[in-house]
C-alpha cells in the first residue's frame, strides 16, 4: 500500500476539523486507491466475471455511474464523449486500460484516439475491438440495477450500428462485472472506511451534545441543519438531506411511511424523548450512512430508564441475528427471510431494509429487504453476497413500552463489512443510548 503514510493524516487530531484532508491530499488518496482498483482489482473481477473486454460509453454531464467512478481526481466530469476499454488478457496476465478520447484519462487510461488520422471516434473504438478480437464484451445495461445501467439509448444504438454482426452476438451486459467494481472494497478503501464512519459518529455525538441540542428549545429541524452545516464546514458533504426525529410518551407510533418520507418538522426536543437521527457523509469518494439515538434525561435522572435500555438491546439483537446470517453466496432474499424468521421466533417484531453502501450510498450489490417489501425484493435481492463488501445494516424493531402506553420503533444503522467468511462493523456500532447531557 505505498504511499498509505498520506491516509494515517487523517488521525492526527481528535478534532474533527482536523481529521479531513485538505484538497490536494484528498486527490492524491484518491489517485492511489484508484491506481490500485484498476490494475490489481479490476482484472480479477474480470475473470470472475467471464469478461475479457468492457466498454464504458459517457459524454459530459451525463456520466454513466460506474465510468464516474474511475475518472481520477481531476477529472470532475467526462469530457465530451469519453470511451473507457478495458482488455483482460488472462494468458498474458495482463490489462489494457484505453480511451477513446481526445486526452489521457488521468495516469492510469492512455489516449488511444488520434482524431487527425481518424476523425470517427466510433471507427477508432471498433478499430480497437477488431485488434484484440475479444470473446465477450460487455456494456452497462441492466433491469434491476440502475447504477449499472449507464449506457444511454443513444450511445447504445451508435455503437452497435457500427459493430459488425460478429461483434454484436459478443455483446452482453457487464451487469455482474459492473456490480462487482462499484461493491468490492479493497484494503486500502477499508482503512479509509474505518476513519470514515469515525467521523461520522464523531459528528452525531457533537450534534446529540448540548453543544447543540437546548431541551424545551432546539427543535428537531435545528439539529438537522447544523448537521448540513456542520458537514459543509468541515469541507465534506452529506448524499442525503438528514433527518431526526422524536418518539415519546403521549404520541402515538407513527407508520413507517411517515416515519421514512413525512416526519413532522421542527418538534421541540425535551427532557424525556428518545430522539433518532439518520445521517451519512460522502468523502475520498466513499459514503456512510449511520442512525443512532439519543435520550434528553430528565432532571432528576442520571441514565436512560430501563425499560429504553432494554428496547435499545433489543434493536443490537436483531443487529446480531441479521448479521449472523451472512453467508457468501447467500441471496439478498434469502438472508432476509431467515433473520426475520429467526427474529421472529425469539419473540422480536423486526424489519430489515439493508443495502448495499461504498462508492454510492444506494449502492449496488445485494438488496436485503425494503421497509415496504418484506418478503423479498425481486431481482436485486436475488443477488448474492460476494466477499469484501460493505453495507449499510440498516433495520429496526417495533418493542411495546407499558410505561409509555404506546409502542416504539429502535432504529439502527451501521456500516458493516462482509470479509472471507466473517462479518464486522466498519467501526463499530451503538451499544447503548446516548444521553444529553452526557452521563459517563
Not at 10 to 17: A, E, K, M, R, Y
Amino acid at each position: 500500500m505505498k504511499n498509505f503514510s498520506i491516509i494515517v493524516l487523517l488521525f492526527l487530531s481528535t478534532h474533527i476539523q482536523s481529521q479531513i484532508l485538505p484538497v490536494k491530499e484528498r486527490a492524491a488518496v484518491i489517485d492511489m486507491v484508484l491506481e490500485e482498483r484498476l490494475n490489481n482489482l479490476l482484472p480479477k473481477l474480470m475473470d470472475r466475471t467471464g469478461f475479457d473486454m468492457w466498454i464504458l460509453i459517457s459524454r459530459e454531464y451525463n456520466e454513466d455511474p460506474v465510468l464516474k467512478t474511475m475518472l481520477p481526481s481531476t477529472w470532475l466530469n467526462a469530457r465530451r464523449r469519453t470511451i473507457l476499454v478495458f482488455y483482460r488478457n488472462k494468458e498474458k496476465n495482463s490489462i489494457e486500460k484505453l480511451a477513446v478520447a481526445r486526452y489521457n484519462v488521468g495516469k492510469q487510461i492512455d489516449s488511444a484516439w488520434d482524431k487527425e488520422k481518424n476523425p470517427d471516434q466510433w471507427k477508432a473504438l471498433l478499430e480497437i475491438i477488431k485488434k484484440r478480437n475479444p470473446k465477450t464484451i460487455g456494456i452497462n445495461f441492466s433491469k434491476d440495477f440502475g447504477i449499472v445501467d449507464g449506457i444511454v439509448k443513444t450511445d447504445y444504438e451508435a455503437f452497435m450500428s457500427v459493430l459488425p454482426q460478429e461483434y454484436q452476438s459478443r455483446v452482453t451486459s457487464a451487469e455482474k462485472l459492473a456490480i462487482a467494481w462499484v461493491e468490492t472494497r479493497t484494503a486500502q478503501e477499508m482503512e479509509i472506511y474505518s476513519q470514515l464512519v469515525q467521523v461520522t459518529h464523531d459528528i452525531i455525538a457533537e450534534a446529540f451534545s448540548t453543544k447543540v441540542i437546548k431541551p424545551g428549545t432546539t427543535t428537531t429541524d435545528d439539529v438537522v441543519w447544523w448537521l448540513r452545516q456542520k458537514v459543509i464546514d468541515m469541507g465534506v458533504k452529506t448524499w442525503f438531506h438528514p433527518t431526526v426525529d422524536i418518539q415519546r410518551s403521549g404520541e402515538a407510533l407513527q407508520s413507517h411511511i411517515v416515519s421514512f418520507s413525512d416526519r413532522p418538522k421542527d418538534k421541540i426536543i425535551r427532557p424525556g424523548d428518545l430522539i433518532h437521527c439518520d445521517f451519512g457523509i460522502t468523502y475520498l469518494r466513499l459514503n456512510t450512512d449511520c442512525q443512532q439515538h439519543a435520550y434528553i434525561l430528565k432532571n432528576n435522572e442520571t441514565a436512560p430508564p430501563e425499560f429504553l435500555t432494554k428496547a435499545f438491546a433489543d434493536g443490537n439483537r436483531v443487529q446480531d441475528i441479521f448479521t449472523s446470517n451472512f453467508e457468501t453466496g447467500k441471496t439478498g432474499n434469502e438472508i432476509l427471510l431467515k433473520s426475520l424468521q429467526q427474529g421472529k421466533e425469539e419473540g422480536l417484531k423486526p424489519s430489515i431494509y439493508t443495502h448495499p453502501l461504498g462508492l454510492y450510498g444506494h449502492s449496488a450489490g445485494p438488496t436485503i429487504g425494503m421497509w415496504d417489501a418484506q418478503n423479498g425484493v425481486e431481482g436485486a435481492g436475488d443477488y448474492p453476497l460476494y466477499q469484501n463488501t460493505v453495507y449499510a445494516i440498516e433495520l429496526n424493531t417495533t418493542v411495546s413500552i407499558p410505561e409509555w402506553k404506546k409502542d416504539i420503533r429502535i432504529m439502527l444503522e451501521e456500516a458493516g463489512f462482509w470479509g472471507e467468511g466473517t462479518f464486522r462493523y466498519v467501526n463499530e456500532r451503538q451499544t447503548k443510548l446516548i444521553t444529553i447531557p452526557k452521563r459517563d
